[in-house]
């Protein structure tokens, strides 16, 4: 019954006082919002960045090592915008119920709008690598066992990305080599190569995206540790992956400069910013 019941008030939420235009800019406004908070290290994800990310199509035009660089990008980004649109279904949904208990239809429209905004911020959020309120974390065994395997999972995960990069930077190396000698041979114009180096500009951007997730995550992972160490438990395990997280993150800055210093030794009419 009460399902049914939440289910009438969500239709009617949805068709009759929103309409989908206003329903998809409140999800929007909601991860707007969510893309401007600022996670507890200060680092704050971009939405738009993800938005644009998560959809865009492989471009058959770049070579195979770059379109392997962003799909490693586009998994984090997908990460991030499923978590919030989970969120703000959810929120709108509890709110729309809750509404209508206080105050029939305009209460049911009022509190689904909060519930969405409130959901898809809490949700893009989260959905950051062992996010959690340390105020009410339950510290045991268990929960440090979990977190011991899912930091292992997730510097596997970084050492891939770091090879990912690195075949992507020898493979734009080659390129722009390529395309120095085509300019000085005036064998490709100006404009064809403002273009090709967009490309490589864009590997940058995914890198520094990688990047800028793992030193993120690796934030989150000291968080933990810290709150273990308070308890008294054991942290040697978390600690190593810390270690191993920075040094892979590391790895990712690296790469990342070396990309910029390989562009910045194109001519400066056809070099993009980086």
Do not use: W
């Not at 999800?27 to 600022?38: F, W």
């Not at 180096?197 to 793992?214: G, K, N, Y």
């Amino acid at each position: 019954m009460h399902t049914i019941q939440a289910s009438r008030i969500a239709a009617m939420t949805t068709n009759s006082v929103f309409g989908r235009p206003v329903l998809i800019s409140l999800l929007a406004a909601s991860l707007i919002i969510g893309g401007c908070a600022s996670s507890r290290d200060g680092s704050t994800p971009n939405i738009f960045s993800d938005i644009s990310a998560a959809f865009e199509d492989d471009d058959p035009t770049l070579l195979p090592e770059q379109r392997a660089l962003r799909r490693q990008q586009r998994e984090y980004s997908e990460a991030r915008l499923t978590s919030a649109a989970v969120g703000a279904a959810g929120g709108a949904l509890a709110g729309a119920v809750i509404g209508a208990a206080l105050g029939g239809g305009r209460g049911a429209a009022t509190g689904a709008a909060v519930g969405l905004l409130a959901g898809g911020t809490a949700g893009y959020i989260g959905g950051t690598y062992l996010t959690r309120d340390h105020q009410s974390f339950t510290v045991s065994r268990d929960t440090l066992q979990n977190d011991i395997d899912a930091a292992k999972a997730e510097t596997e995960k970084m050492r891939s990305n770091v090879q990912v990069a690195e075949v992507a930077l020898a493979a734009q190396r080659t390129e722009i080599n390529r395309l120095n000698a085509s300019l000085r041979a005036r064998q490709i114009s100006e404009e064809a190569a403002r273009q090709k180096l967009q490309t490589a500009a864009a590997d940058v951007a995914a890198i520094r995206a990688l990047a800028e997730e793992s030193e993120r995550r690796n934030v989150k992972l000291a968080e933990s540790a810290a709150r273990y160490r308070q308890a008294g438990l054991p942290t040697g395990q978390l600690d190593s992956e810390i270690a191993r997280q920075k040094a892979e993150a590391a790895k990712l800055r690296n790469l990342e400069r070396q990309l910029v210093e390989a562009i910045n030794r194109t001519p400066a009419n056809v070099r993009p910013v980086t």
